[in-house]
């Protein structure tokens, strides 16, 4: 079997993660219903940090992990610049919106990278449970801190504070 790097995956057609040299086409991304929880995501993360100079929220982006693992979370919250075409260090928090193609990816292998990165949240976002799970980085190892439907957490990036209405996602 082949082993992809990311001078493969940058011409690529559409919407591809490579782990670990291993290519995974993105489909969920044509779903009305991602779409919409995707978009009201970011929406309640980008208006409480619109008082931080530092952070900022994203829609997907490359997360260039190493050279044989590329990943596009669903959403990401960002503290720094990002001066090349993708990211190239660890966001503060990602999103994952959770689909029956991806979920075992989502709740695994990605769960395990961000995890190593050290990236501070991971939230996984269930559309058919209409359910938030919100993983928080302690010791170097994810912790459920809340999980549910219609519930707010607060978030603690660089230089700023976001607490999120996970109700309004739905």
Known sequence: MPHYTYDDWVRWEGLWELIDGLPFAISSCSDINHQR???NLVVEFVSPLEACNKC???LPIGYRVT?????QPDMLVVAGEITKEYL???PSLVAEILSPATELIDRY???NIYESQGI????MVSPDKEEVEIYELIDGEYHLKQTGKNIAHEFFFPECNATVDFKKIW
């Open 56 to 58: 900022q929220g994203y």
């Open 88 to 90: 190239d260090f660890a």
């Open 120 to 123: 501070k949240y991971y939230i």
């Open 37 to 39: 929880i995707s978009a």
């Open 67 to 71: 050279d044989d693992t590329i990943l």
């Open 109 to 111: 292998a990605k769960y």
